[in-house]
């Protein structure tokens, strides 16, 4: 080849690759969580976030994003240090969970440089969201899931099952996840609306359990000696719900008690199944990355919005083969492309359309 055309092929390479290197899409994600499984459980509050970037990572392969995860560890510390750290980088999108209200109120007080921020699962309330727009934060987004639905969703599912096996009366023990993460409030308020609904059903206690296995048990361990009458036990996720039943076997009560969390969660060191657990939610990351993937590539057609997913489903014969697919390979079987409406023939991001996805 002649030299001059060799020069100038490797001119247009260089061009292409450098347009293509400013065009690619870059997100940061702060997961409050651990990066492996096997932290996740040494710390008790079980493996949904582990799970999230599983999911979100194999998005990003399909979607052709250069997806960035950095790991709080529960850690709300480091958790500010990594949000410093991710806008420093100045990416196209940096992706944010709002737990415990620590992300907004840590947002107010520092310089974001402008860079476009998305809220997945937990979000400001409207009043926070304003007061980060007016100091110049720029939220382009969230998505969440309705967990006030979840929440009495949980109890209507126990109820039921409870209802199927017994006629005596329901005592309950409700084991709340924080006091102050919008999740754990709404999935709350969803308990409520049904208790105010089914006279029925006493309340015994309610108490907070921090999202912990270890706490889960502890307090069921307390409840079940103080209160023997409780016979169903409602469980902000499931992490509490399987301390809540190492605590029950542990009594020999067991087959007393109906337990139901929220994650589609696997027991951890062969525990016992849950009784009812509502999931769908951990595929929420995978479905933020579909929404600023189409608003990259088409921002007219594709505005990012405030929105609320109705995505929970108890969990059944018809979608337990989703997640046995979220619980082993994170959904590497699906191409979550087709979720883009930047295709002519795009899907709606639903659990149906994804089961239809994994039998392809």
């Known amino acids: 080849m002649p030299l001059f055309k060799l020069h100038r092929l490797i001119t247009f390479s260089c ?77 196209d999108y940096l992706l944010l969970v709002n737990e415990k209200n620590v992300t907004s109120q840590y947002l107010s007080k520092i310089d974001s440089n402008k860079v476009p921020i998305y809220f997945l699962l937990n979000r400001p309330s409207p009043a926070s969201l304003e007061q980060l727009q007016k100091n110049g934060v720029n939220v382009v987004g969230s998505i969440t899931p309705n967990n006030r639905v979840a929440g009495k969703s949980l109890m209507q599912q126990l109820y039921k099952k409870f209802t199927n096996k017994t006629k005596t009366p329901a005592h309950t023990l409700a084991l709340l996840g924080d006091y102050t993460t919008p999740a754990s409030t709404l999935r709350t308020q969803g308990l409520m609306d049904f208790l105010a609904q089914t006279p029925k059903v006493t309340l015994t206690a309610k108490e907070v359990a921090n999202w912990s296995e270890q706490e889960g048990y502890i307090k069921t361990m307390a409840y079940m000696q103080q209160a023997p009458e409780i016979n169903i036990i409602w469980c902000a996720n499931d992490a509490i719900a399987f301390g809540a039943k190492r605590a029950l076997k ?102 149906e359309n994804l089961l239809l996805a994994l039998e392809q």
């Open 15 to 91: 061009l292409l690759f450098s347009s293509y290197s400013i065009n690619a899409l870059e997100i940061i994600f702060i997961n409050p969580g651990f990066s492996n499984s096997t932290e996740a459980n040494s710390n008790k509050t079980g493996d949904f976030w582990f799970h999230v970037s599983k999911i979100m990572q194999n998005a990003a392969t399909d979607l052709d994003v250069t997806l960035t995860i950095k790991y709080a560890n529960r850690n709300h510390i480091l958790m500010k240090e990594l949000i410093q750290q991710a806008i420093n980088d100045k990416p």
């Open 250 to 351: 542990q009594l020999n009560m067991q087959s007393q008690v109906i337990v139901g969390g929220i994650n589609w969660e696997v027991p951890p060191n062969n525990g016992s199944e849950l009784d009812v657990s509502i999931g769908g939610h951990v595929l929420l990351g995978a479905y933020a990355l579909v929404n600023l993937f189409d608003n990259h590539t088409q921002p007219k057609h594709n505005p990012l919005l405030h929105r609320t997913a109705d995505i929970f489903d108890p969990l059944t014969a018809e979608n337990i083969p989703l997640y046995k697919a979220i619980n082993t390979t994170g959904l590497a079987e699906i191409n979550f492309i087709q979720f883009s409406k930047t295709r002519a023939d795009w899907h709606e991001f639903t659990i």
